[in-house]
């Protein structure tokens, strides 16, 4: 098997691949296997047919693949939690509240189901829990449905005033609810 340049080998386990991504002004380069292996998303991006090795968006520092709308300050948060995770420490537990939104926001974008379900997980229990209204919030906008009921009824129970509601709000909630129109029309 001489695949490379000069007829060497390459070793089926320690040679690794790696893809560049450009994050507001800053460049990521990233062991392409760690992605694929918890990212449908990148995995079928990786998988999409390659043409010359010099115009392949993320073989280089000159052609990284740019991921528009994404902050670095998310993009990081994911790298930490992922490559925490991959190497079986638990320094993700050192993620701060902030850094794990961020780990869910982009976990959920980029389908890492095992990084979103560690990112609720480190959540829902933090040294100082969630503020229902936050959790109602996060469960509406990540379809987090096991936490939409526990908090809907903490906020019934709290004197906390709350912000006023949204009409988009009603809807999701119905709608995570699972009540099909027909059977509220009946």
């Known amino acids: ?38 990212s449908t998303v990148f995995r079928d991006m990786f998988l999409l047919p390659q043409g010359d090795p010099e115009t392949i968006e993320g073989h280089s520092d000159a052609r990284p693949v740019i991921l528009q709308g994404i902050s670095k300050k998310d993009f990081e ?3 930490r939690a992922l490559m925490y995770r991959q190497h079986g420490t638990t320094k993700g537990s050192d993620l701060d509240h902030d850094q794990w939104i961020s780990v869910l926001k982009l976990s959920t974008m980029w389908d890492f189901h095992g ?19 936050d959790k109602v919030e996060l469960a509406l906008q990540y379809d987090i449905r096991e936490w939409l009921l526990p908090a809907l009824l903490a906020l019934a129970r709290t004197s906390q005033k709350l912000p006023k509601p949204d009409l988009r709000i009603y809807y999701q909630i119905w709608h995570m609810s699972g009540v099909s129109a027909l059977s509220e029309v009946s």
């Open 77 to 79: 948060s994911l790298l």
């Open 115 to 133: 990084l979103c379900n560690a990112a609720i997980q480190h959540l829902d229990t933090p040294p100082q829990p969630l503020d229902p209204i």
């Open 1 to 38: 098997m001489s695949d490379s340049a000069g007829g060497y080998t390459k070793h089926p386990e320690f040679y690794t691949h790696t893809v560049t991504f450009l994050v507001e002004d800053c460049l990521f380069r990233i062991n392409k296997e760690l992605l694929e292996a918890e």
